[in-house]
């Protein structure tokens, strides 16, 4: 079983992927800046943030993977890139780290354009999509025998605003954006957690990216 460290581990991403790894057996880390009252029984807690990489590395001695699921909105707008390019650059030998982008770095089709070049994409979203893309670029410029990574763009209508339910099933398209038969793109936050801990059980994408959805 791994040791896995989960940083935003109480916001709606990060709180399915504590609770999927651990009812898989992992022994799981969550950091953020508050401890949630409602906790994960099996994981371990800890005030931890992605702004403050000295102290978040020491508190990550150990683990074999980080998973990043803090967003770019909100106080963290324009400070989650550079400090991941930080956290990318200290990580101990054989970490592997997972980031969770956005949906607006996936591509329309294979080959075509991404979703936040789109005239419809949110200019409200916008900022947000492309701080994520440019985490993106950061991986993809590393040297290949520089740190093992991994990087997920959810669907489009992934987010606290609409849940689901876990179904344990799950599409990848590459780069390529996930949509249904009728052209909607959606995955619940329990099936994104199955997708995140599939691909640290079993890698499929080492220093890759890779979209999910129904």
Request: overall charge negative; aromatic content about 6%.
């Amino acid at each position: 079983m791994a040791r896995i460290a989960v940083i935003g581990g109480s916001g709606y991403a990060g709180r399915h992927i504590v609770a999927e790894a651990v009812n898989r057996g992992h022994s799981v880390l969550s950091v953020a800046r508050r401890i949630p009252s409602e906790r994960q029984s099996g994981a371990v807690y800890i005030e931890g943030s992605l702004t403050d990489v000295p102290a978040l590395l020491a508190q990550l001695q150990g683990v074999d993977v980080v998973v990043s699921a803090v967003a770019p909105r909100g106080d963290m707008a324009g400070l989650v890139r550079s400090n991941i390019a930080h956290l990318v650059s200290v990580l101990p030998e054989g970490v592997r780290i997972g980031v969770i982008g956005g949906a607006g770095g996936s591509l329309v089709t294979e080959g075509g354009q991404r979703l936040v070049d789109l005239p419809t994409f949110s200019a409200d979203y916008r900022p947000e999509a492309l701080e994520a893309i440019g985490i993106l670029e950061d991986l993809q410029a590393l040297s290949p025998d520089s740190v093992d990574w991994f990087y997920i763009h959810p669907a489009g209508g992934f987010g606290v605003w609409n849940p689901g339910e876990r179904t344990g099933q799950y599409r990848k398209g590459g780069e390529v954006v996930v949509t249904d038969a009728e052209g909607e793109s959606f995955i619940s936050g329990a099936d994104l957690a199955v997708a995140i801990v599939d691909e640290i059980e079993n890698p499929q994408h080492t220093r890759g990216r890779f979209t999910v959805g129904y």
